[in-house]
């Protein structure tokens, strides 16, 4: 019986270490080896990309590239801050957008609200004259993805200056949650289907001067790579998205509660002081105007329009312009304009963006 308990253990270890060598090598959410060889990188990306209007392969740390980009690119003073949703705004590809000839996209895949207080701190500093706040219902709630924890330094110092409570955790948790994460069920998984999926997993090193655009690319002329352009924003490769299911299905980040008071508090405060410094716009990017054919949809709807009803009154209270609705078919954009049910394409924002 001794024996048996010394070899389930023994397996049982081999188990998870192996378990998290896997999440650490193929890091799947740029947290762990991605982000350590990306920053030998880091420095020569962004001056390929600022000494001429080209493109660059996206990064493996997007947060490490944007707060290098808001450094290292010209800009008239207009900086946008969120989410994926928010990345196809982009004034190389649209031309001047909200009163910008010339911004600088600082949005971030998995953007949480920590990311939405850190990078706003971040555009901040720069001394802007327009900030572009793109929010998405999910930032009314706090910790709703791992990847800004690798920078929890620089969120707690962007919390301290805006003055806000951010329940974040320790340097002890931080390490704690890291490490739990390679274990972590749902990261693992993530990491076996880009590991099993090559057909619509991205090349991770393309030369970047195989992604020079000849032309300025289209929502329907679209490179082989994601690429990021010379504003921060993102251009999507061929294989990014898989097509949109029908029916729409609403699904990224909608349990419940909607939101928290915490949360809504800090994000309250946060608009007020940034509106205290700088023009101010939000920005509701719009989920696909499919989804409320879709009965299961109606609960996210439903917390989604309550959220946004709270962010309209509290900019009306602060006089500062929305731009945009969550509820698609309240905008111009139409099915064909979205790359799934969460992603608008270019040509649908800046529609947003003149109407506004």
């Given amino acids: 019986m001794r024996s048996f308990y010394l070899t389930f253990f023994a397996t049982l270890v081999t188990l998870l270490v192996a378990t ?43 947060r490490e590239f944007k707060i290098a980009l808001a450094d290292g690119v010209q800009t008239d003073g207009c900086f946008v801050v969120g989410s994926s949703r928010v990345l196809q705004l982009s004034s190389v590809r649209s031309g001047p957008i909200l009163g910008c000839s010339r911004l600088v996209n600082l949005g971030v895949s998995g953007g949480t609200l920590e990311d939405l207080i850190f990078m706003s701190d971040v555009a901040l500093s720069k001394h802007p004259q327009r900030i572009i706040l793109g929010i998405d219902p999910w930032m009314g709630k706090w910790d709703q993805d791992a990847r800004w924890r690798a920078f929890i330094d ?34 693992v998984t993530t990491g076996i289907e880009h590991v099993r999926a090559p057909e619509t997993t991205e090349p991770q090193s393309p030369d970047p001067e195989d992604l020079v655009f000849e032309s300025q690319p289209s929502d329907m002329n679209r490179p082989p790579f994601t690429a990021f352009l010379s504003d921060g924003s993102v251009v999507y490769g061929e294989g990014t998205f898989s097509a949109v299911p029908d029916p729409v299905r ?55 329009a309550e959220f946004e009803a709270l962010l309209r009154d509290l900019a009306s209270d602060l006089g500062i312009v929305v731009a945009g609705a969550y509820d698609g078919t309240l905008t111009d954009c139409v099915g064909e304009d979205f790359y799934d049910e969460i992603h608008a394409s270019a040509s649908c924002l800046s529609r947003i963006a003149a109407g506004s």
Avoid: W
Wanted: aromatic share 8%; charged share 25%; glycine share 4%.
């Fill in 154 to 187: 620089e969120v707690a110092a962007a919390c301290e200056e805006f003055r806000l409570d951010c329940p974040l955790p320790g340097s002890s948790a931080r390490f704690r949650d890291l490490a739990v994460n390679l274990i972590n069920l749902e990261y």
């Fill in 20 to 62: 998290a060598t896997f999440s650490f090598v193929v890091d799947p959410g740029d947290l762990y080896l991605n982000r350590i060889t990306n920053r030998r990188h880091l420095s020569e990306t962004i001056e390929l990309l600022t000494s001429r209007d080209t493109a660059v392969p996206t990064p493996h740390d997007e």
């Fill in 250 to 304: 609403l699904t990224y980040k909608v349990d419940d509660p909607a939101f928290d008071r915490s949360a809504m508090e800090a994000l309250g405060e946060l608009m007020r002081s940034l509106n205290d410094s700088v023009e101010l716009i939000v920005f509701l990017p719009p989920f696909h105007p499919g989804a409320g054919s879709n009965p299961s949809n109606l609960p996210a709807m439903e917390r989604n």
